[in-house]
């Protein structure tokens, strides 16, 4: 059973033994280990699991499915989750934070905790702008829903890279002034009246002690109270400033332990080569390390 803490009065949240951040392979060879070890844990990301494996054409090289497709593949993968009453929080981790003896997680407008934390996050090209990381708290922000009421009747931008981000735009709408539309992808959708979409894309985020605007690529400047950047993952240095990274990856050792204790990482986000058997066998070893970690906690 897993602990509960007070966080608020007369609020009780429970601590999970772990929370799995990433549904790909490495996510999932994970979670299937904490599951079988009954280990208590949150498991976030896309219900769809991995979007990397369902667009491959052809898979020549994971061992015991022959030339399989990615579609296949990802069908197996979910197949063999439901079978294992795996459940999915459908979330992105926009931060994590390490409280006194544990992790607390911030996934959209929810909020978890757990004893040991395993990121695999996949490798995406998160394109963060110039100006973005130095400015995060202080008006660049990473979840509508968590922070969109700060801008309530104000005038804000929203840096969008996939089209599903577009609800929340959606919803920004409905509490902002403005808001400008800034997606990096073709044909966007239909906005509410007071969402504007510039002809050109974002270049950069200006400001000192706040934001105070945003530059296009055609030099234009445009005058915001908070720039929303609401993308498929954010930068490793925006989810967790302390985890040590290698050459844009995240370090960690044969054991998939990382230089903070009890954070483990698997698949992609660790470094090449970008292999499903490889990610798979990495999350293996990361639930394993996740369950000696516990235990001698425990001790």
Not at 87 to 106: F, G, Q, R, T, W
Not at 214 to 235: K, M, P, W
Not at 284 to 292: D, K, L, Q
Request: contains cysteine; glycine residues 10%; aromatic residues 6%.
């Amino acid at each position: 059973m897993a602990d509960m803490i007070d966080v608020r009065e007369g609020d009780k949240r429970m601590i999970y033994d772990a929370a799995v951040v990433g549904t790909g392979p490495a996510g999932l060879s994970a979670a299937l280990n904490l599951k079988i070890h009954n280990k208590s844990f949150i498991w976030i990301g896309s219900k769809e699991l991995s979007g990397k494996v369902e667009k491959a054409e052809l898979v020549r090289n994971y061992p015991g499915l022959p030339a399989i497709s990615g579609a296949a593949l990802n069908e197996a993968f979910r197949t063999h989750a439901a079978q294992m009453g795996l459940e999915i929080h459908e979330a992105m981790v926009n931060m994590i934070v390490p409280m006194k003896d544990h992790y607390a997680l911030s996934a959209g407008a929810d909020f978890f905790e757990a004893k040991a934390v395993v990121l695999a996050t996949g490798v995406a090209a998160v394109g963060a702008l110039p100006g973005e990381e130095a400015l995060v708290g202080r008006g660049v922000s990473y979840c509508a829903t968590c922070d969109g009421g700060l801008y309530r009747g104000k005038t804000i931008a929203a840096v969008v890279n996939n089209p599903r981000f577009e609800h929340e735009v959606k919803y920004l709408a409905e509490l902002a002034a403005k808001v400008y539309f800034l997606p990096t992808y073709k044909n966007p959708g239909d906005m509410p009246g007071n969402v504007e979409r510039p002809a050109a894309r974002a270049a950069g985020i200006e400001g000192e002690a706040r934001v105070s605007g945003v530059t296009l690529a055609n030099g234009e400047t445009l005058s915001v109270d908070g720039v929303f950047c609401l993308r498929d993952a954010i930068s490793l240095s925006a989810l967790m400033p302390k985890l040590a990274a290698e050459d844009g990856h995240i370090a960690v050792d044969r054991h998939m332990a990382t230089n903070l204790n009890g954070v483990f990482a698997a698949g992609d986000c660790t470094g090449r080569p970008y292999q499903y058997a490889k990610a798979v066998g990495e999350g293996n070893t990361a639930a394993h390390s996740v369950i000696e970690y516990l235990a001698s906690k425990e001790k």
